[in-house]
């Protein structure tokens, strides 16, 4: 297989950690005889350092001629204070936008070796394996109108069917390969956005025989994340709903730093980033872990290339190598010794 | 103190931890000499059975006759196939609307005795103690328009000035009589109407130089109520965030079963309610936990009639009867003999 990579490694610890799961990528061609093409390009503050534009053209072009994206993170306190148009979280929504990657997935597995790190008990997050399906480019980010004076704000929730259509169906194919349930969060005791999403949920259902469905409140959800996250596999949402309690998810199994993620659209084109941010605070010093963003390879390999295999080989490895009690500065505990960036990346490969 | 409190049992467990908290509000009028007149009103399912409506006007009469409302719990399954006009919790948006009790104080705070219950590790919740203050009766839930048809959906998200100004001030005062910080949760980086309300926190900070304040993202709110809740004190965020942050917390501390609510105007007439909801599966058998619409009582002791030596004299028996190892079933081990509703409250009753 040949595959042209767009690769934007972005700012803080993005580049680093980017640069050790590049390396990951070659290694994986190498061995399963695969010839993967990468072309860096400029996002977030790198780009609005360069370019005056956290999404220059020339990166939608590269990205136009790629098969798939592979992001670091964006951001940092330099550009926090600039006007919204020139800060680095709206290349991420831009990027969203224009390629129309309206799907979202958020997988969160408790990893049993790092299982003494979470904030919650082992009995409530050692079962945990779900996956968060978000809506990624409609509700109240894209909205219009969307505007505020002195006196007054608006914000803009709208939904077309399609749009609902899609991202539920996406639910449902991924249920299917995996353990049969959906859960669909809205607000449909309240939103009138949700009444259609929830009409849409049920109509789909037929097409799924196979897969359980449920309906959950957004509050209901939020509680049941904490008091029993094992009940779920698939959850489905909308935007807002989907950044909110995907984010939540992230920290309950304490993997944080290992959590990888897909924004995809239906003909395989997909972005793929870790959930953690841009570090501003460690960059540079090659502490960072990689093993997120590695995992992000893994979920291009698997979800835009179908390369089911090679995908499972990165997921295997990265599991062996925290079994093997190689931790990065981030996980290691106090006495431990931590690996490098690259130390930690280098056990990997040695896996692979 | 002489003062008219309208009683709105509602449905499910409603009626009998009414009755109970009730109760303890008579001994604290005897015991403190005040004059607690009540007089009962029907309110959700109960009112649709009787009066085809979840809000009916004499109910609205009552209270708009009275110095404070207490709740019970509205909802079950025998209502909710209706039409949303006709559903249990169209009376609750109603009472809050028409009243304008656009502050929604939920406190959350660790309970020695039941941390054990507490999903989360004991050394991250044993030191929480914070108070959720959700603005009620704007944003999403009442923003114009609000409708769908087959082929799309739409929910508007508006706010004014002033709408934001007087929750942000209750954040405020609250926090005064607290720890003294503030965490405004927005989504700035995304929403015009939390780019109005982080605007109108900054103004507010010169009225409140003795209070620390600081903004956080809702997103990032989720995932610190989890690695850190006894971080904040005083949270104050719009209604749609509010209801998942503050549903969110709820369950942290192990202690749902407890946690009262009060929704306030700023002349003082408040409704105040236990946070669980009306719990169908259990009504009618005497063995609800009458803990959370007790401390509601607490609650509007203090904040509509400014009784704070009576609030706490509620608060202490509640922590007393706790410590004394007395438990309703629902918080109860397994070995341990459970009391029922009425002689839970009899031991409170007691210690008052
Ligand atoms: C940076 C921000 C705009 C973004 C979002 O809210 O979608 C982020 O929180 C995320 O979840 O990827
Ligand atoms: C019943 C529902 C409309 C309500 C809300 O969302 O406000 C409830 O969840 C609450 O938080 O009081």
Not at 126 to 150: A, N, W
Not at 167 to 173: H, L, R, T
Not at 185 to 205: G, M, P, Q, T, Y
Request: hydrophobic share 40%; with cysteine.
């Amino acid at each position: 297989m040949e595959k042209k990579v767009a690769v934007l490694p972005g700012d803080g610890i993005g580049p680093e950690v980017v640069a050790e799961a590049v390396r990951v990528l070659e290694v994986i061609g190498r061995r399963f005889n695969h010839t993967f093409h990468t072309e860096y390009g400029l996002i977030g503050g790198a780009a609005i350092d360069e370019k005056n534009n956290p999404l220059p053209k020339e990166t939608i072009e590269l990205c136009e001629s790629s098969d798939a994206i592979l992001l670091g993170a964006v951001g940092g306190p330099k550009w926090d204070q600039n006007p919204s148009e020139l800060r680095p979280e709206k290349g991420l929504l831009a990027i969203r936008k224009h390629f129309d990657l309206f799907a979202n997935l958020r997988p969160v597995a408790a990893v049993p070796s790092l299982i003494q790190a979470s904030p919650l008990k082992e009995e409530i997050v050692k079962e945990v394996d779900m996956m968060i399906v978000r809506e990624l480019t409609g509700g109240l980010y894209f909205g219009k109108p969307s505007r505020h004076t002195d006196q007054s704000a608006v914000d803009t929730l709208v939904y077309t069917r399609e749009e609902i259509e899609r991202i539920v169906d996406k639910g449902f194919e991924l249920a299917r390969l995996r353990k049969g349930k959906v859960t669909s969060v809205d607000k449909a005791n309240v939103l009138e956005s949700s009444k259609l999403w929830r009409k849409i949920v049920e109509e789909k259902k037929a097409q799924y025989p196979d897969v359980e469905v449920e309906h959950q409140l957004v509050d209901s959800a939020a509680m049941k994340l904490i008091t029993n996250p094992a009940y779920f596999d698939v959850i489905v949402t909308e935007n807002m709903f989907g950044d909110i309690l995907s984010d939540e998810a992230s920290v309950i199994t304490g993997s944080l730093g290992l959590l990888p993620s897909a924004s995809v659209r239906s003909d395989g084109l997909g972005l793929y980033e870790p959930v953690h941010g841009s570090a501003p605070d460690v960059a540079g010093q090659g502490v960072a872990n990689p093993a997120a963003t590695i995992l992000s390879v893994a979920m291009m390999l698997k979800y835009s290339f179908g390369l089911e295999t090679e995908a499972t080989a990165i997921e295997k490895a990265v599991n062996t190598v925290f079994e093997e009690g190689h931790f990065t500065a981030d996980l290691a505990g106090k006495e431990q010794r931590s690996l490098t960036t690259k130390e930690w990346t280098d056990k990997i490969v040695d896996e692979l």
